[in-house]
């Protein structure tokens, strides 16, 4: 299947701070992109949708404010996590459905995830 | 509102056993249904991916099978192997929406 690169796959910080976190497509065209959080033993939560060049879309009850995205090329969208805080610890996972050799537009392949905890 | 259940939500069984997983959802207006593999602290691993329009998909050891009208799918594993232990989830993309719904998935140990 398609590659989707996370980095970093871990990062502690201390709270307070803001933490980047990149995701990339590797051998496709990500017109869409998705970032959940998965809590332990939970299924994935979807964050926000963003497609390339436009404002992400958020689900309810995510703070757009608190969660910052940027989806500015085909193979490139960042999530920043600004002022963490220990609620924000979670796993975070970015995910991608585009277009690219034999894949098809709407599968969506994952990042293998960013742990981020915050003291 | 769609919503998927997974059972079982954790299984354990010998090595070289066939063995099948249950994904069941409430609306039939899905687009298509993909089957994930999770390991301990990873992203996940795109399985199988059925269209609404198919009945099965195979990749390797791998079965899946789409009964849209009953609104199940299941992940038949032939010959399981330490190495498929992980958690299966099971996810619909709803018909009206796009929207990847999950299941809370099924934990597979395999043991040698």
């Known amino acids: 299947g398609a590659v989707v690169s996370q980095h970093p796959s871990r990062v502690i910080c201390k709270s307070g701070t803001s933490v980047k976190i990149e995701c990339r497509s590797l051998d496709f065209q990500a017109t869409t992109m998705f970032w959940y959080r998965q809590f332990p033993k939970q299924s994935l939560m979807l964050m926000a949708t963003?497609?390339?060049?436009?404002?992400?879309?958020?689900e309810q009850g995510v703070e757009k404010d608190k969660f910052l995205i940027n989806h500015a090329s085909l193979t490139l969208s960042t999530l920043t996590v600004t002022s963490a805080h220990p609620e924000d610890s979670s796993f975070y996972i970015c995910s991608a459905t585009g277009q690219g050799g034999t894949y098809s537009y709407n599968e969506q392949f994952f990042g293998p995830g960013t742990r981020l905890t915050v003291l | 509102k769609q919503e998927v259940t997974q059972i079982p939500a954790a299984l354990s069984v010998p090595e070289g056993e066939n063995l099948v997983l249950n994904c069941s959802f409430t609306d039939s207006a899905i687009y298509n249904l993909q089957w994930f593999r999770q390991d301990p602290g990873k992203g996940l691993t795109s399985l199988l991916l059925i269209q609404s329009s198919q009945r099965e998909q195979t990749s390797g050891r791998l079965n899946a099978s789409l009964d849209k009208s009953s609104g199940r799918s299941t992940l038949y594993i032939a010959a399981s192997q330490p190495g498929d232990s992980a958690t299966y989830l099971c996810?619909?993309?709803?018909?009206?929406?796009?929207?990847?719904?999950w299941g809370l998935g099924t934990s597979l140990a395999v043991n040698p």
């Open positions: 963003s497609n390339e060049g436009s404002k992400a879309t958020y």
């Open positions: 996810a619909v993309r709803d018909g009206n929406n796009r929207k990847l719904i």
